[in-house]
């Protein structure tokens, strides 16, 4: 039987919140796939419409651009209707936009597949504001960063099957210059949205909320724009995602262009390594977050990104390269984090602050442009210069967390629960001890 609206990820049996658990990561690997696809599609469409980069990237504007301007609203109206409506609209309006990649490949028009790309995105950004937020208030507030890095590691994994079907079917033979393969994946696509939408139809998805909301924590009264963790977090996610999204739509081209000898096709290949090298680091991050406080770790991880990408952006050959797959590997929490980060304690403002958030992902629709007219003026290697921008950012508010936090309850780099306590301090010691010994256990089991 369902929980309850209202019932907190804490309270469901173990049961219940590995099935929600498994149940929603289904949804990272369908939009990780469509993702991995979309970076293989601008080098693809370079050569068939006979486009300069920056034309190309009208496929990141409009894919991006469509969380700008969607997940403000899905984060209002999931508030509404609840999170597994809010799976449906997201799963419909996906196989929808997949659905339209067939007359916009059948009649080659290239201002179809921008189209079908941005009804793709709003589904997405649907999906993402479920999917995030459902998982971060899903058990224990203190694995929240550690519980969305394992389920985005399915992301990941998705993400990578992209440049590898473009490999064999999109760049070799007669495929390299037509779209006939195109219109085909992008079917299947849409068949795998319409069976998940079937069966979220069928399966049992418990309504949870943040264990926050039932709670009189200080400042869940205040005006939302008095958030200021999670508007921060806004601007860091904004800058994040328009750098990783930068880094990987010209990753093809980079690499072809390092002057080592590298094609079309092996520089798909190579493309898919840097996606598994991004997937193996998410997975080692969850590791690293059951004991490192995540604002600490992101902060490494922000200013390792800085580093590599500038030295991506300098060194010709092999040189560039090693560290392009460097910068992937510590790419790979950040997205996580911020959003547990930015969203976290927001009580009954969770789902608002979900959608804001995941607005951020529309920085994916202004840095390719950026970065494409760089390449085109100057060259591909020089163009990485743009996201370094992006990586910087978010350093800065990472390091912000870690020095606020710091001033608040003294600097540790160990993981622990920075929610308000509201049990009576009648009660035992010990009560704290043992709820995070079950809450360490839980994700454990889980993971």
């Known amino acids: 039987m369902s929980p309850p609206a209202g019932t907190t990820g804490t309270e469901l049996s173990r049961r219940q919140r590995i099935y929600a658990f498994a149940l929603v990561t289904t949804l990272f690997f369908t939009w990780g796939f469509s993702y991995g696809l979309l970076d293989v599609l601008n080098a693809h ?15 990141q504007l409009a894919y991006f651009g469509a969380y700008f301007v969607w997940a403000p609203f899905a984060g209002s109206f999931m508030s509404r209707i609840g999170y597994k409506k809010g799976v449906h609209i997201g799963l419909g309006l996906y196989s929808l936009g997949a659905v339209f990649f067939w007359p916009s490949a059948k009649f080659e028009k290239y201002g179809g597949f921008v189209g079908s790309t941005f009804v793709i995105g709003c589904g997405l950004a649907t ?27 399915f992301q990941g994994v998705a993400s990578f099957s992209g440049p590898l079907i473009a490999a064999r079917w999109f760049f070799t033979g007669a495929n390299a210059t037509s779209l006939g393969t195109v219109q085909w994946v992008y079917l299947a696509v849409a068949g795998l949205g319409v069976f998940l939408n079937v069966l979220f139809f069928f399966a049992e998805l418990p309504e949870i909320t943040s264990a926050t909301h039932t709670e009189d924590i200080s400042g869940q009264h205040e005006s939302f724009w008095k958030q200021y963790r999670c508007l921060f977090g806004w601007v860091a996610q904004t800058a994040y995602v328009g750098a990783q999204v930068g880094v990987a739509s010209f990753a093809v ?21 840097c996606q598994i090298t ?71 403002h969770t789902k608002r602050g979900s959608g ?9 629709a202004w840095y390719p442009p950026a970065q494409g007219a760089l390449a085109d003026n ?51 010691s010990k009560r704290d001890s043992t709820e995070k010994q079950t809450a360490s256990d839980e994700f454990l089991k889980l993971t």
């Open 278 to 348: 991004f997937t193996v680091g998410r997975f080692v991050g969850v590791l690293l977050l059951n004991f490192i406080d995540p604002a600490f770790l992101l902060a490494c991880y922000g200013c390792f990104c800085t580093v590599f990408c500038l030295l991506v952006s300098q060194l010709p050959g092999y040189g560039g390269i090693v560290c392009l797959f460097l910068l992937f590997f510590f790419e790979s929490i950040c997205y996580p984090c911020i959003f547990t980060l930015g969203t976290k304690n927001l009580g009954i």
């Open 127 to 153: 999906l993402e504001v479920a999917a995030n937020s459902y998982i971060s208030v899903l058990g224990s507030p203190e694995y929240a960063a550690a519980r969305l890095n394992f389920s985005q590691g």
């Open 45 to 59: 469409f370079q050569t068939v419409f006979g486009i300069s980069k920056l034309q190309s990237t009208m496929l």
């Open 378 to 428: 100057a060259n591909t290697r020089r163009s990485y210069l743009v996201p370094a921008s992006g990586f910087i950012a978010m350093a800065i508010y990472a390091i912000g967390l870690v020095i606020h936090q710091a001033m608040k309850d003294g600097f540790t780099i160990r993981n622990c629960s920075t929610q308000v306590d509201t049990h009576s301090p009648a009660e035992p």
């Open 253 to 273: 081209n980079y690499l072809e262009d390092q002057g080592v000898g590298i094609s079309a096709s092996r520089a798909s290949d190579l493309f898919s390594f």
């Open 356 to 364: 804001l958030i995941v607005m951020g992902v529309g920085g994916g």
